[in-house]
């Protein structure tokens, strides 16, 4: 699918979609949220970890995505955080990282789940398609158990 083509059929494809997009590079949040918005997500942007676990205080994303590498501050304390989030609701938080580096990335998180890396720059209708997917798939799963405990 072609964004620019198809972006009169994708208008609202995210709508009610909660993203929280943390990246320390602006231009890159700011088209992150500005495509995400666009496609009618609700979309938080911060540059630090630390504002991401303000934010997290009182919001609670569908979707996550996250650059990995912060100056002074750990990804991991970040994605502790969802950890717990996802243990107290029982909801998943899928995380799409993202990377300048095409160096050690896969290699400095091996004990992180996340759903997908993609290596900046990369192709916008994949990272639609990826978020879109995910919360699909979420959603998918999440009426299921909702089924299991019903019947």
Known sequence: MNLINDFCLRVGILKGVQVLVVDNDRDSRDLYALLLKDLSADVITTGSIKEALEILSSFTPNILVCEIRFLGESIYTLLNTLSAMEADNGKHIPIIVTS????????????????????????????????????QSGVLESFRRDQLVLH
Do not use: C, R
Request: aromatic content about 12%; overall charge negative.
């Open 100 to 135: 300048t580096s095409t160096k050690g990335t896969h290699d400095q998180i091996p004990e992180v789940e996340f759903e997908e890396y993609l290596l900046k720059p990369f192709d916008l209708d994949k990272f639609v398609s990826l978020i879109t997917n995910q919360v």
